[in-house]
């Protein structure tokens, strides 16, 4: 067994249940685990490996992604798809993701845990609903596993094409049968649900407007028959999601996931920026999760999720990226901020959201919706997550009076050294298991491939 100590921490936001932020704290951790928590006087001063963060870093807990679309980095900014809704912007992009394969899969996938460990992110979980190709959601557990992000791996699919109604090209969508015996197969083979779990497998059918009815039952139906298997999905992100379910199923899209059985502890759903307060009252009833993505909401002009409103109704609510094609960033230090800026925008107050209330959502939040209970704030017996920011940075000048909520309202581009189960994952800014230029190189490859 091996110990580390982190000391001489200039403020230790622990997030814990007393929510407590410790002036020179330090962390001491037994291999994946925190053992204990206080100030740097309190704790030893030995360890199998010691840093000392010289009284000038915050540390806080690693954030946690709840929604993204790993491979769409390999398409940002597409001139077709720059100024469309979401509808639009998918048929733009569709063709070009017919031509995905299982090496983009591993490079795609690799450089948004890249992107998102730099950013702050120990945790998230990948909405991977499009298989071309050779492509399979093995490929995408590789690469995150190599590169040590802790990962909710989703298995996603769209069966519903065009002919029969659905948005995407009937080119791109897969046999229900086919995908319930793959979601078996990944479970069986992957999904691991121990404490500290490094990899665990969730079920996501697209969205209510390329699935039908029937394989959201019968994934609800799977994930349930084994243990800590969550579901996912898209749900009321726009406008026009709200009339397609209408014309669709005859329900707005709180009743359509009520319908199928996708209320409950168990459910996340993505954006839900139009949902019903009645159905906002349902997900806090039931428990049901959401993702809040506000920059890729703002960016297709889908609107502003009413995140105060479902805190208060007791629902569960976490960040998401969302994919680099409608947000063209995998930064969830920005996306914390600009949750931050936009739920004051919604309800014209400047007291809706603090920037605490969005460390929280970013932090414990996010832990929440993916169903983890060891992970989202420090204290003894919880996994080793956790990242620190330097405060000697321009951007930081002025902030000595509260840098805690610096970290929000100040632009926090990327963390200088983060932890994941336990392990330097980047140190003085830099990734400690892959080499950036290589990694870089390799996804411009594939993505001038993929366009060509």
Same mark, same amino acid.
């Not at 959201?216 to 800590?228: F, I, V």
């Not at 060891?374 to 956790?386: N, Q, R, S, V």
């Given at each position: 067994?091996?110990?580390?100590?982190?000391?001489?921490?200039?403020?230790?936001?622990?997030?814990?249940?007393?929510?407590?932020?410790?002036?020179?704290?330090?962390?001491?951790?037994?291999?994946?685990?925190?053992?204990?928590?206080?100030?740097?006087?309190?704790?030893?001063?030995?360890?199998?490996?010691?840093?000392?963060?010289?009284?000038?870093?915050?540390?806080?807990?690693?954030?946690?992604?709840?929604?993204?679309?790993?491979?769409?980095?390999?398409?940002?900014?597409?001139?077709?798809?720059?100024?469309?809704?979401?509808?639009?912007?998918?048929?733009?992009?569709?063709?070009?993701?017919?031509?995905?394969?299982?090496?983009?899969?591993?490079?795609?996938?690799?450089?948004?845990?890249?992107?998102?460990?730099?950013?702050?992110?120990?945790?998230?979980?990948?909405?991977?609903?499009?298989?071309?190709?050779?492509?399979?959601?093995?490929?995408?557990?590789?690469?995150?596993?190599?590169?040590?992000?802790?990962?909710?791996?989703?298995?996603?699919?769209?069966?519903?094409?065009?002919?029969?109604?659905?948005?995407?090209?009937?080119?791109?969508?897969?046999?229900?049968?086919?995908?319930?015996?793959?979601?078996?197969?990944?479970?069986?083979?992957?999904?691991?649900?121990?404490? @500290?779990?490094?990899?665990?497998?969730?079920?996501?059918?697209?969205?209510?407007?390329?699935?039908?009815?029937?394989?959201?039952?019968?994934?609800?139906?799977?994930?349930?028959? @084994?243990?800590?298997?969550?579901?996912?999905?898209?749900?009321?992100?726009?406008?026009?999601?709200?009339?397609?379910?209408?014309?669709?199923?005859?329900?707005?899209?709180?009743? @359509?996931?009520?319908?199928?059985?996708?209320?409950?502890?168990?459910?996340?759903?993505?954006?839900?920026?139009?949902?019903?307060?009645?159905?906002?009252?349902?997900?806090?009833?039931?428990?049901?999760?959401?993702?809040?993505?506000?920059?890729?909401?703002?960016?297709?002009?889908?609107?502003?999720?009413?995140?105060?409103?479902?805190?208060?109704?007791?629902?569960?609510?976490?960040?998401?990226?969302?994919?680099?094609?409608?947000?063209?960033?995998?930064?969830?230090?920005?996306?914390?901020?600009?949750?931050?800026?936009?739920?004051?925008?919604?309800?014209?107050?400047?007291?809706?959201?603090?920037?605490?209330?969005?460390?929280?959502?970013?932090?414990?939040?996010?832990?929440?919706?993916?169903?983890?209970?060891?992970?989202?704030?420090?204290?003894?017996?919880?996994?080793?997550?956790?990242?620190?920011?330097?405060?000697?940075?321009?951007? @930081?000048?002025?902030?000595?009076?509260?840098?805690?909520?610096?970290?929000?309202?100040?632009?926090?581009?990327?963390?200088?050294?983060?932890?994941?189960?336990?392990?330097?994952?980047?140190?003085?800014?830099?990734?400690?298991?892959?080499?950036?230029?290589?990694?870089?190189?390799?996804?411009?490859?594939?993505?001038?491939?993929?366009?060509?």
């Amino acid at each position: 067994m091996t110990t580390l100590l982190i000391k001489n921490i200039h403020t230790l936001v622990t997030m814990d249940d007393e929510r407590r932020e410790i002036r020179r704290g330090a962390l001491l951790v037994r291999d994946n685990v925190i053992e204990q928590v206080g100030t740097t006087e309190e704790l030893p001063d030995t360890a199998d490996e010691v840093l000392d963060l010289d009284d000038r870093h915050i540390v806080l807990p690693g954030l946690v992604n709840t929604h993204h679309h790993f491979f769409q980095n390999l398409t940002r900014v597409t001139p077709a798809g720059q100024n469309g809704d979401l509808f639009q912007w998918l048929t733009a992009h569709y063709p070009l993701w017919s031509n995905l394969t299982g090496e983009g899969m591993y490079y795609s996938s690799q450089l948004a845990a890249a992107e998102l460990i730099l950013s702050g992110c120990t945790t998230a979980s990948d909405h991977h609903y499009l298989f071309p190709n050779d492509c399979t959601l093995d490929e995408q557990i590789r690469a995150v596993g190599d590169i040590g992000l802790r990962f909710h791996a989703s298995r996603g699919s769209m069966s519903v094409g065009e002919s029969n109604g659905g948005l995407p090209p009937d080119f791109l969508v897969e046999k229900e049968t086919d995908i319930l015996k793959d979601s078996q197969r990944l479970i069986e083979q992957y999904h691991n649900n121990d404490r @500290y779990s490094m990899l665990r497998i969730v079920l996501a059918p697209c969205s209510p407007f390329s699935v039908s009815q029937d394989l959201m039952r019968e994934s609800a139906a799977m994930a349930r028959s @084994y243990p800590g298997i969550r579901l996912h999905t898209h749900l009321a992100e726009t406008q026009g999601d709200v009339e397609y379910s209408l014309s669709k199923f005859n329900l707005i899209p709180g009743d @359509y996931a009520e319908s199928v059985g996708w209320l409950g502890d168990d459910v996340w759903h993505a954006h839900c920026v139009k949902l019903s307060d009645r159905s906002i009252d349902k997900f806090g009833q039931t428990g049901t999760g959401v993702a809040h993505c506000p920059c890729s909401n703002m960016r297709l002009a889908s609107g502003i999720a009413p995140i105060r409103k479902m805190l208060n109704a007791n629902v569960p609510v976490g960040l998401g990226v969302d994919g680099a094609a409608s947000n063209d960033a995998t930064n969830l230090l920005h996306e914390a901020r600009q949750a931050f800026l936009l739920a004051r925008v919604r309800d014209e107050s400047a007291s809706v959201m603090t920037a605490r209330d969005t460390l929280e959502i970013a932090t414990r939040g996010g832990a929440k919706v993916l169903g983890r209970d060891d992970i989202g704030y420090l204290a003894p017996g919880m996994a080793a997550d956790f990242v620190a920011v330097n405060l000697d940075r321009p951007g @930081y000048v002025g902030t000595q009076q509260d840098p805690v909520a610096a970290l929000i309202y100040c632009q926090t581009d990327y963390v200088d050294y983060s932890f994941i189960n336990g392990k330097k994952v980047v140190e003085q800014g830099k990734l400690t298991a892959v080499e950036m230029d290589n990694l870089i190189e390799q996804a411009n490859r594939i993505a001038i491939a993929l366009i060509t």
